[in-house]
């Protein structure tokens, strides 16, 4: 499928009190300084060595670990000369910005030191050459900076701001007759996050404990003047990901003002006709991009909803609530005249990365979920008459989905015209509630025993069956894919948890080559908010 999604003729309406206002909200980032922890060595990993479930796909390449080799202090005796290398840990995954002091010993400097500077969130990017690179999302993403130093001392501030935990310093050259040894490395750690806001959890459950951490770690790395979805790649503000960032946000980090603010970005940059844009960027300028997807632009109306309950801040509500109207109307356009959302062959709307994933059944179930908040915000707004038309819509468009996506004799919604059968289809139809409780857990029952072909692939995915278990009662099952879907992430040793991740198939990725992955993606940051909210 291309991924590639502009709408034609693009333009941008600036509502230049509500970008003010998001100005306004800016937050203040908070910054530490972290020196590295040790110095590791990055090993082949043997395949299946976590004894877990085999990889369904072989291993085409090699994975790879780090090891600790020697302690930080090692790292003043060691001189560098060309080919060599070295390979810091940071100890935990850190967002920020990279500096130290190389100095020559040997005869005078005769030649530029000429270095290369890695930097990767977790041990498979250090082991991997980035020019072998074969992905189909830009290669610019991968950190990585090659330096010529002609002065030495020299004290060197890298030029970007990089997500990672290890950093690999390799001399490409110095001159035979000088070497380069490296002192005071250090990144200065960047977050808006406020680790004293937390609440302290309460359970003893070791596992819980851990899988909570690296969810809040994973928050902390994100939250950045915006939410943004993953701090090595993408780096910006996705409308789909805030939803899930917000909510963990209200039971963690519970910075209301953050969300505000991207809601406020999200209403005074549209795209034509007042679409809310699938994302936006914060530099040169506030603006926001020219893709759209379906589900996404819905998404601004589950988070208006969300943060007026979590905040019952009802002057944001009273002055968003029209973009998110405006999201419904153009929504409603996409019906046919059975009230079926028209199914197409683009990159059109999201919900998963799935391969082969058709969109329609799960679109359908996202308008009805959203049309339900709408009418209750409605509500919490004294509008009864908007409320009625939004309890209106809502039944037409599932009395559309039960004429013609339901297959009854099956018991699944199928979607497209091939009439697939997936896991989001199911999913989305439950939390859009168009039965009740006993049929719902029925239909998540039916799905987990036959479990359909057209699998879930991202953590956004299983964020939404999840919570479609929780809220059905079933809770058992819901603790049950958090403790071996994201427990296998923290079992693999994840510091944060990852973009993309498939427990049988290491190499998952939707961009063609793992190495271009997130492994620090905020919609995957949600099982603090489950436990949380549901298990303490
Ligand atoms: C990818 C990113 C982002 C997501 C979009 C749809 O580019 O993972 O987080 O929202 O896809």
């Given at each position: 499928m291309d991924i590639i999604n502009s709408i034609p003729d693009f333009k941008m309406t600036v509502y230049p009190e509500f970008v003010k206002k998001a100005e306004e909200l800016k937050p203040a980032l908070s910054s530490v300084l972290v020196r590295p922890a040790g110095l590791v060595r990055i090993t082949e990993r043997p395949q299946k060595q976590d004894g877990g479930v085999p990889d369904r796909i072989p291993f085409r390449e090699a994975d790879f670990a780090a090891e600790p080799a020697e302690s930080i202090d090692a790292l003043s005796r060691k001189t560098f000369g060309k080919g060599d290398s070295v390979c810091l840990d940071f100890g935990g995954h850190q967002v920020g910005y990279v500096s130290f002091r190389v100095e020559a010993v040997g005869s005078p400097q005769d030649a530029p030191a000429y270095l290369q500077i890695k930097l990767g969130e977790i041990p498979y990017e250090m082991g991997r050459d980035f020019a072998g690179y074969h992905g189909n999302i830009s290669r610019s993403w991968l950190q990585e900076e090659f330096l010529h130093i002609d002065v030495l001392p020299a004290v060197i501030r890298l030029p970007r701001r990089y997500a990672f935990r290890y950093l690999e310093f390799r001399v490409l050259d110095t001159s035979p007759k000088y070497r380069v040894i490296f002192r005071d490395i250090q990144c200065e750690s960047v977050t808006?996050?406020?680790?004293?806001r937390v609440p302290p959890l309460k359970t003893a459950d070791p596992e819980l404990i851990l899988i909570d951490r690296v969810s809040r770690k994973t928050m902390e790395s994100c939250m950045?003047?915006?939410?943004?979805?993953?701090p090595k790649r993408d780096r910006r503000l996705w409308l789909g990901d805030l939803r899930l960032q917000a909510l963990t946000n209200y039971y963690t980090f519970r910075n209301y003002d953050l969300v505000r603010r991207c809601l406020y970005l999200f209403a005074g940059l549209t795209q034509n006709e007042g679409r809310a844009g699938a994302c936006l960027f914060l530099d040169p300028k506030p603006q926001v991009d020219d893709t759209a997807l379906f589900d996404f632009s819905l998404m601004f109306v589950s988070c208006l909803y969300d943060y007026y309950e979590a905040t019952g801040d009802r002057e944001t509500l009273r002055e968003l609530f029209p973009t998110a109207r405006r999201q419904l109307e153009l929504s409603m356009r996409e019906l046919d005249e059975d009230g079926v959302v028209r199914d197409k062959e683009t990159w059109w709307c999201f919900l998963d990365w799935g391969e082969g994933l058709n969109k329609q059944a799960g679109a359908q179930a996202v308008l009805i979920y959203a049309l339900k908040q709408a009418r209750q915000m409605a509500l919490w707004l004294e509008d009864g008459k908007i409320a009625d038309l939004y309890s209106r819509q809502a039944d037409f468009v599932t009395e559309g989905a039960l004429s013609r996506l339901w297959d009854a004799k099956a018991g699944f919604f199928i979607s497209g015209e091939k009439r697939q059968r997936s896991w989001a289809s199911q999913v989305w139809f439950v939390l859009a509630g168009v039965f009740d409780r006993e049929k719902n857990r029925q239909l998540l029952t039916r799905l987990i025993q036959e479990d359909l072909p057209v699998k879930m692939a991202t953590p956004y995915m299983y964020h939404y069956y999840v919570e479609a278990l929780m809220e059905n009662g079933l809770t058992d099952l819901a603790v049950e894919t958090i403790r071996s879907y994201w427990g296998g992430m923290a079992r693999e040793g994840a510091d944060t948890f990852y973009e993309v991740y498939d427990p049988e198939n290491r190499f998952a990725s939707p961009y063609g080559d793992?190495?271009?992955?997130?492994?620090?993606?905020?919609?995957?940051?949600t099982p603090a908010y489950f436990i949380r909210k549901y298990l303490t």
């Open positions: 808006s996050a406020d680790s004293g950045q003047l915006v939410f943004e979805d993953g793992r190495l271009i992955n997130s492994f620090c993606h905020a919609w995957s940051g």
